[in-house]
């Protein structure tokens, strides 16, 4: 069985955290040959280089940063631990589940996905981060997030390695306040030519979808806004500056939250929703519940 020198990952972890052995062996007063000798003990045990010299400063490599992180969470349970036996009062330890969000994915849908990891019997303590898909996969390849919920896979040109699981894919429905519903109910969806529209950015799957919808359909909208968030999207709707769609798995709750009304569903506009992760057989508790409760739940009509 392989043991690891819980010694050895303490030095490596000083010496992330303080950037040179100099600065590491000045803090744990000890000299700079033994601090760079046990270093090299643990890349041996590991199979991994964990640093690589850049000047005179050692930076973390790729493994280097999935060690350290781990690291970090071991080290804070080993204080948690000391903390326990001398009977000081103690948080109770939480699984961490840190998911990159892509920035145009709608909130409600964010939130239906994740809810699941919330409902797991050990608890769970979820970090949401924001941005594009190019800076989550940067963050995702160093393991500083767990998982990236996204609107479209990582093709094959992509630098990481990493997988896409898909989490389900539904229709679009087009919704508006009851005065714009009127206008243009009768003679749906032929009489949604020259409406007003809010549309998501360019930069979406959805907005490449309906862009598709309205050329195969001869609809031609009159744009009256474009949306990067989806939730400041709902928030021009509800005063009825233009008409907006909105995935069917939570139109029903956009409908209440922001009172609006339906006019139908776009069903050839269809939206598809992607967890990506390092692993390909998916091991995490909470990201295999966020997985699981799509396909059982959020997507299973």
Not at 78 to 84: F, K, N, T
Not at 182 to 197: M, N, Q, T, V
Request: hydrophobic residues 45%; neutral net charge.
């Amino acid at each position: 069985m392989d043991w690891l020198n819980y010694h050895h990952l303490y030095y490596f972890w000083v010496v992330a955290k303080e950037g040179s052995v100099t600065a590491a062996s000045a803090r744990l007063l000890l000299s700079q040959p033994t601090v760079s000798a046990q270093l090299r003990q643990l890349e041996r045990s590991l199979g991994a280089k964990l640093f690589t010299k850049r000047g005179r400063n050692l930076v973390l490599t790729d493994a280097g940063r999935m060690v350290y992180h781990r690291a970090d969470e071991i080290f804070a349970l080993g204080r948690e631990l000391l903390s326990a036996v001398k009977g000081r009062p103690v948080a109770a330890p939480r699984l961490r589940l840190t998911v990159g969000v892509v920035d145009v994915l709608p909130k409600l849908v964010v939130y239906r996905l994740l809810e699941p990891a919330t409902r797991l019997p050990e608890p769970v303590c979820v970090v949401c981060v924001e941005g594009t898909l190019t800076e989550l996969l940067a963050r995702l390849s160093v393991y500083e997030i767990d998982m990236i919920l996204a609107d479209a896979p990582i093709g094959p040109q992509a630098k990481v390695r990493a997988f896409n699981h898909l989490l389900g894919e539904c229709g679009a429905t087009l919704l508006g306040t009851r005065e714009l519903a009127a206008r243009y109910k009768r003679g749906f969806p032929e009489s949604l030519s020259g409406a007003p529209f809010l549309l998501p950015a360019s930069n979406t799957s959805l907005r490449h979808a309906l862009d598709s919808w309205f050329q195969e359909s001869g609809i031609v909208p009159a744009v009256a806004g474009e949306f990067e968030d989806s939730a400041l999207m709902k928030e021009f709707g509800r005063t009825g500056l233009g008409l907006f769609v909105a995935p069917s798995v939570v139109a029903e709750t956009a409908r209440h939250q922001y009172g609006v009304v339906s006019l139908g569903v776009l069903p050839e506009v269809r939206e598809r929703f992607f967890a990506i992760s390092t692993e390909r057989r998916i091991t995490h508790p909470a990201v295999l519940a966020v997985t699981e409760g799509a396909h059982q739940t959020v997507f299973a009509e």
